[in-house]
């Protein structure tokens, strides 16, 4: 069991950069695939970025590649999501989530169906 809580949303203006973080209840944590999504007003949640349980293998959705980096420190039970050059269309609630099935997470990793545990959730609001 994992218990997962994001931290790091708020309000900030286009091109500005932000730093969000998942931290993990829970001894199994390491052993988790964590994915990143979010979820703007009226429209579904969407993938951003995924890091396999040991942080060797990174996934970002085409929408943030290059701008957004996902990172996790086992030892701390975190992961985070750093973003920089900030844009309106990034305005959503950002959730965190992890996957214990250890299995094929370098095909299905972008699936929120796979993911067992979430997050409630962080606002980010980028403003033009």
């Known amino acids: 069991q994992v218990h997962l809580v994001e931290s790091g949303g708020g309000l900030v203006q286009a091109g500005v950069s932000l730093r969000l973080s998942c931290s993990a209840s829970?001894?199994?944590?390491?052993?988790?695939?964590i994915g990143w999504f979010r979820q703007a007003p009226g429209m579904e949640r969407e993938f951003v970025a995924a890091?396999?349980?040991?942080?060797?293998?990174?996934y970002y959705a085409d929408s943030v590649n290059g701008r957004f980096t996902i990172s996790r420190d086992n030892d701390k039970n975190a992961v985070f999501l750093q973003m920089n050059s900030l844009k309106p269309e990034d305005t959503a609630v950002y959730y965190c989530?992890?996957?214990?099935?250890?299995?094929?997470?370098?095909?299905?990793?972008?699936?929120?169906?796979?993911?067992?545990?979430w997050g409630q959730g962080t606002q980010v609001t980028v403003s033009s």
């Open positions: 829970g001894s199994t944590f390491s052993s988790y695939g």
């Open positions: 989530a992890g996957d214990s099935s250890h299995r094929y997470f370098e095909t299905f990793y972008s699936n929120e169906g796979r993911y067992d545990y």
């Open positions: 890091v396999n349980w040991n942080g060797g293998n990174t």
